[in-house]
Nanobody, 127 residues
Framework: QVQLVESGGGLVQAGGSLRLSCAAS????????MGWFRQAPGKEREFVAA????????YYADSVKGRFTISRDNAKNTVYLQMNSLKPEDTAVYYC????????????????????WGQGTQVTVYS
């Protein structure tokens, strides 16, 4: 079992930055693939970024590549999402997700393959 708690969301002007954090409970955090997803009003939840259990591999959605960076600190049971050059279209509720038995390189962006989810944190970008 893993419990996830996101923080760091807020209101920011376009071009600004935010860093989201996701704190995980559980002794085996380091064995989980971690992902960030987001959901804008009226839209489906979409993949943003994923990181392998070791942190050695990352994937990004094309819409955030070059602007967002996912990282993890297994000693702190925390995964981060550094978001730079934010745009109004980045406005959404951001969720972190965890999965231990993921076929990582095949399913890293598959929402339904992640078992554990946080409650979400709101990010609002205004122009």
């Amino acid at each position: 079992q893993v419990q996830l708690v996101e923080s760091g969301g807020g209101l920011v002007q376009a071009g600004g930055s935010l860093r989201l954090s996701c704190a995980a409970s559980g002794r085996t955090f380091s064995s989980y693939t971690m992902g960030w997803f987001r959901q804008a009003p009226g839209k489906e939840r979409e993949f943003v970024a994923a990181i392998s259990w070791s942190g050695g591999s990352t994937y990004y959605a094309d819409s955030v590549k070059g602007r967002f960076t996912i990282s993890r600190d297994n000693a702190k049971n925390t995964v981060y999402l550094q978001m730079n050059s934010l745009k109004p279209e980045d406005t959404a509720v951001y969720y972190c997700a965890a999965e231990e038995d993921l076929d990582y390189h095949r399913d890293y962006d598959m929402r339904d393959e992640y078992e554990y989810w946080g409650q979400g944190t709101q990010v609002t970008v205004y122009s």
